[in-house]
């Protein structure tokens, strides 16, 4: 026999582009790695999921999609999202603790375009 969760369980989704469709299909909470980093496009990526507005969550989707390539390469979102936080001025440009090294100068020119392309800031 199958016992249901309690009425007080929520299911929620963690990664970042599987968000808005877990959303649409009834996740209650997104533990967002990028949304931190830009609270305004997290919401509005959340209300357009929804909402159900796929014009919306595809547009947003495209621009984190840099974001989150970005965390696809380096293996998980903390060197990248060290990065962006310095970049947009939220922190030191040393941010991370040893022994975690940064994104290379490279990767760190393609953020600051990506912010600035996707209207991040």
Not at 28 to 50: D, H, V
Not at 67 to 90: N, Q
């Amino acid at each position: 026999m199958m016992k249901s969760l309690p009425s007080s369980i929520q299911i929620g989704v963690s990664g970042d582009p599987t968000a808005a469709n877990a959303l649409k299909r009834g996740a209650k909470i997104w533990y967002s790695e990028w949304g931190g980093i830009f609270p305004q496009k997290a919401k509005e990526l959340l209300e357009a999921a929804c909402a159900r507005d796929e014009e919306k969550i595809f547009h947003l989707s495209l621009q984190f999609e840099p974001f989150w390539e970005m965390s696809r390469h380096y293996g998980g979102s903390i060197r990248p999202i060290a990065a962006a936080a310095s970049i947009l001025k939220l922190t030191d440009k040393n941010n991370l603790p040893l022994p975690l090294m940064p994104i290379s100068v490279k990767d760190q020119d393609k953020l600051k375009r990506a912010i600035v392309e996707n209207n991040m800031n």
